[in-house]
């Protein structure tokens, strides 16, 4: 379940996607927590945020390191509402862009483009390094934690939002909802949870606590895919898109069913999690 998506392919996959990421999830290119059911979409979603902001023990003064950071809002949130120093990165022109004009906080937030396997960050700067739904796309995990580890301070906490596969999907599974997710969607792959865990520890980390949230966050997905069918049937420019051969990402809009389905299935799971530098 891991792919050859490089850098550029995860880069054009949002610059193409752009506008129908923002009219389909809105600034918060993430999952949605629904704690009651009655929440609306931006509330459910600015539920993850809280939640990363509990586990990462995140107050005024707090330095965090967003890796992936969209279009910046979960950055903004932490600044404007927990006080933070937020160091965010994002691989995508179009959402570095769109995060400096609508997301900055002069003198909380630096907005970077850049890799995070060559971060060009000092060691032991951060207090919390956190990732937001990027870890799908991080096609080494055991060196994405080991920077992790190198630029964070002794007693500082690293805070993961991640897709994962169940732990042991059936070979149609495979071929069925994972393999074509992960190609689709530009991922490096979708790992089970003993995966994450064994390369965060083996990293130096400790203290490793995984909370699976699937069922709150699965509303996610219905939501987003009526989204879709609303917009083909009433935007002309969803449909100038997803029917032009000239546009590989369209694919996409047939991967929100696909993943959809994962959940329902039990295939793919949702996993929030912590860990320490001691």
Same mark, same amino acid.
């Given at each position: 379940m891991?792919?050859?998506?490089t850098?550029?392919?995860?880069?054009s996959h949002?610059?193409?996607?752009?506008?129908?990421?923002?009219?389909?999830?809105?600034?918060?290119?993430?999952?949605?927590?629904?704690?009651? =059911?009655?929440? *609306?979409?931006?509330?459910?979603?600015?539920?993850? #945020?809280?939640?990363? +902001?509990?586990? @990462?023990?995140t107050? $005024?003064?707090?330095?965090?390191c967003?890796?992936?950071?969209?279009y910046?809002?979960t950055?903004?949130?932490?600044?404007q509402?927990?006080?933070?120093?937020?160091?965010?990165?994002?691989?995508?022109?179009v959402?570095?862009a769109?995060a400096?004009?609508?997301n900055?906080?002069?003198?909380?937030?630096?907005?970077?483009?850049?890799?995070?396997?060559?971060?060009?960050?000092?060691?032991?700067?951060?207090?919390?390094?956190?990732?937001?739904?990027?870890?799908?796309?991080?096609?080494d995990?055991p060196?994405?934690?080991r920077?992790?580890?190198?630029?964070m301070?002794?007693?500082?906490?690293?805070?993961?939002?991640a897709?994962?596969s169940?732990?042991?999907? =059936?070979?149609? *599974?495979?071929?069925i909802?994972?393999n074509?997710? #992960?190609?689709?969607? +530009?991922?490096? @792959?979708?790992?089970? $949870?003993s995966?994450?865990?064994?390369a965060?520890?083996a990293?130096?980390?400790?203290?490793f606590?995984?909370?699976?949230?699937?069922?709150?966050v699965?509303?996610?997905?219905?939501?987003?895919?009526?989204?879709?069918?609303?917009?083909?049937?009433?935007?002309?420019?969803?449909?100038?898109?997803?029917?032009?051969?000239?546009?590989?990402?369209?694919?996409?809009?047939?991967?929100?069913f696909?993943?959809?389905?994962?959940?329902?299935?039990?295939?793919?799971?949702?996993?929030?999690?912590?860990?320490?530098?001691?």
């Amino acid at each position: 379940m891991s792919s050859t998506a490089t850098n550029e392919d995860v880069a054009s996959h949002y610059d193409d996607l752009d506008q129908f990421y923002r009219e389909i999830w809105g600034e918060h290119v993430h999952h949605g927590v629904w704690r009651t =059911g009655s929440e *609306s979409d931006l509330e459910a979603a600015e539920n993850l #945020v809280t939640m990363v +902001a509990n586990l @990462g023990r995140t107050g $005024a003064g707090t330095e965090v390191c967003d890796v992936g950071c969209g279009y910046g809002a979960t950055a903004k949130i932490l600044a404007q509402r927990h006080g933070a120093n937020v160091t965010a990165m994002t691989i995508s022109e179009v959402q570095l862009a769109y995060a400096q004009t609508h997301n900055s906080v002069p003198g909380k937030i630096t907005y970077l483009l850049r890799d995070w396997y060559q971060n060009q960050l000092s060691e032991s700067r951060f207090d919390v390094v956190q990732s937001v739904e990027s870890m799908e796309h991080m096609a080494d995990l055991p060196l994405f934690f080991r920077e992790a580890w190198r630029v964070m301070k002794p007693g500082g906490r690293l805070v993961i939002c991640a897709w994962m596969s169940c732990e042991n999907p =059936g070979a149609m *599974s495979k071929k069925i909802l994972l393999n074509p997710i #992960v190609s689709e969607a +530009a991922l490096a @792959g979708v790992r089970p $949870a003993s995966e994450f865990k064994a390369a965060t520890e083996a990293a130096g980390f400790t203290n490793f606590q995984m909370s699976d949230i699937t069922q709150q966050v699965k509303n996610t997905w219905p939501l987003c895919a009526v989204r879709t069918l609303k917009g083909v049937l009433t935007k002309p420019h969803y449909r100038k898109f997803l029917f032009s051969s000239k546009n590989p990402n369209r694919i996409f809009a047939l991967t929100l069913f696909r993943i959809w389905a994962a959940y329902e299935f039990g295939v793919m799971r949702y996993g929030v999690y912590s860990a320490d530098k001691v």
